[in-house]
């Protein structure tokens, strides 16, 4: 028989994962911003902004998936 600490600690610890994680990536997110704004050469700017929108994106995605996951909730049409 599973005790509830054998339960809760893996559910934990993948919380725990996912909120570090999240986290690692808005702090990537800010210090592009930051890296942007502070460059001065227009092939360094293009590049951090490749990296940017990609943290962006994916910074979305992990958004999208979250509100999926949550049950019901309205759902707002775009369009």
């Known amino acids: 028989m599973n005790s509830p600490r054998s339960v809760l600690s893996p559910l934990l610890s993948s919380c725990l994962s996912d ?3 999240a986290r ?3 702090d ?3 210090k592009l911003c930051a890296d942007a704004v502070a460059a001065a050469d227009p092939a360094e700017l293009n590049s951090i902004l490749q990296k940017l929108t990609a943290a962006l ?4 995605r992990r ?4 509100a999926d996951a949550r049950p019901n909730l309205e759902r707002r049409h775009r369009g």
């Open 19 to 21: 909120y570090s994680r």
């Open 24 to 26: 690692r990536l808005e």
């Open 28 to 30: 990537r997110i800010r």
């Open 57 to 60: 994106c994916d910074h979305t």
């Open 63 to 66: 958004v999208r998936q979250l």
